[in-house]
Every structure is written in structure tokens, then in C-alpha cells.
């Protein structure tokens, strides 16, 4: 069966360039959320969909980083003048219900990631 | 700042021993609370979860044990084996609440053969 697809799964880049990261959900899943997680580290949280809108981006770091989800499905991340210290595996998970409104499990489904290293 | 603390950092057991990993939190709102597994090049996975409204859970080998007291929680996985061998995530979050999962920092789980 289909499960959480991110690409590209690896991305070098230059400092100060661009990046875009997606993400495609399961099928289905109207929670869409994005994690990073460093070396060593836990997954940590950047920001959360419900549907289309941004349910909580309190994760972000800074206004370097954006995302977008805009028919409720498909996701991109994007990260403006990459730095050194963005480099990481960024993480998509999709969930069935999210947040408020419904019975939310917690299980999210995550992808393999994609791996973004800024030299 | 780190909602959920986790303990050890890594571990070595040997095949057949119990693999014992620790958590702690601090928000009394947290009403759900699983375990994510993960594999070299994977993403975490869902392995088990527990409610405060019981005190342990158990799935085969695994099993969650809950002190809603001491805000601390447990994952034992009996019986090791070499194929246990990941990282382990404890997590924590307030369903129905518009928030997400909050991960602990990870233990890295070697079963020895």
C-alpha cells in the first residue's frame, strides 16, 4: 500500500540557496505534519496542517522557513538562504484525524524523510 | 525546551534479556503517550501507546508500563532480540487539542547475539 512519499530523499545544497522539500500524504489523512530531526535527536516539531491551513506553525525556527498545503493533500516545505545548521532529515508525517474536531489516535505515519545537507 | 525526557541514551542487552527505557514529562495535560521505533534510514514507526487511564499495556514482547503520579513512563521489550535492534522514541502530546506529537531524544537499542 502507499505510505507517506517524500522527495527528493537526499538534497545537497550550497549555503544561501533555495530548497523545496515534499511531501505526499496518505490517502485520505487530513492531519499532514512536518518534523526535522539532527543527528542523535528526537524528531522535532516544525508545523501541523489540518486540511489546508497551518493548524500550528510554532515549530518554525524562523521566517526562513514556509510551508504550504495548498489543496489539503500534498505539501512543500521551503527553506530560503540555507545555513549549515539546516542540515538534517526533515520528516512528513500524515495522520487520519488531527487536532481538534475528532478522535485523534496520535499515530502518525511517517515517511523515510528527506535528507538535506547545506555545505 | 524538551517536554519529554528519555533515558538511557543507548543501550546494550543481550538476546533474550529485557531492553527497559524511561520517560518523563512534565505536563499534566498529556493524555497520550507512544512509543515510535525506528530503523536506519527509516521514519519512526508506531509501536505501541498508552492512555493514563490504565497503567500498563502490553503487545507480545512489549509493554508500557504508566505512573501517572511520578509522570513517568516505561517501555520493556522482554525476550530481546538481535532484529530489536533500533532506535526507540518515547512521545507525548494532548489529543483533540490541535498540538503535536512531542518526542523524547531517542535511545539507541543494541541486542547482542
Known amino acids: 500500500g502507499a505510505g507517506v512519499s517524500q522527495t527528493p530523499s537526499n538534497k545537497v545544497t550550497e549555503k544561501g540557496k533555495y530548497v523545496e522539500l515534499r511531501c505526499d500524504p496518505i490517502s485520505g489523512h487530513t492531519a499532514l505534519y512536518w518534523y526535522r530531526q539532527s543527528l542523535g535527536q528526537g524528531p522535532e516539531f516544525l508545523i501541523y496542517?489540518?486540511?489546508?491551513?497551518?493548524?500550528?506553525d510554532s515549530g518554525l525556527p524562523n521566517d526562513r522557513f514556509f510551508a504550504v498545503r495548498p489543496e489539503g493533500s500534498v505539501s512543500t516545505l521551503k527553506i530560503q538562504r540555507t545555513e549549515r545548521g539546516d542540515s538534517a532529515v526533515y520528516l512528513c508525517?500524515?495522520?487520519?484525524?488531527?487536532?481538534?474536531?475528532?478522535?485523534?489516535?496520535?499515530?502518525?505515519?511517517f515517511g523515510e524523510g528527506s535528507r538535506l545537507t547545506v555545505l | 525546551q524538551q517536554q519529554v525526557k528519555q533515558s538511557p541514551q543507548s543501550l546494550i542487552v543481550q538476546k533474550g534479556g529485557i531492553s527497559i527505557i524511561n520517560c518523563a514529562y512534565e505536563n499534566t495535560a498529556f493524555d497520550y503517550f507512544p512509543w515510535y521505533q525506528q530503523f536506519p534510514g527509516k521514519g519512526p514507526a508506531l509501536l505501541i501507546a498508552i492512555r493514563p487511564d490504565v497503567s500498563e499495556k502490553k503487545e507480545g514482547r512489549f509493554t508500557i508500563s504508566f505512573n501517572k503520579s511520578a509522570k513517568q513512563f516505561s517501555l520493556h521489550i522482554m525476550d530481546s532480540q538481535p532484529g530489536d535492534s533500533a532506535t526507540y522514541f518515547c512521545?507525548?502530546?494532548?489529543?483533540?487539542?490541535?498540538?503535536?506529537?512531542?518526542f523524547g531524544k531517542g535511545t539507541s537499542l543494541l541486542v547482542t547475539p
Open positions: 496542517f489540518q486540511g489546508t491551513g497551518a493548524a500550528d
Open positions: 508525517a500524515s495522520s487520519i484525524l488531527g487536532g481538534t474536531g475528532g478522535a485523534n489516535t496520535g499515530e502518525l505515519f
Open positions: 512521545a507525548a502530546m494532548v489529543s483533540n487539542s490541535g498540538y503535536a506529537l512531542n
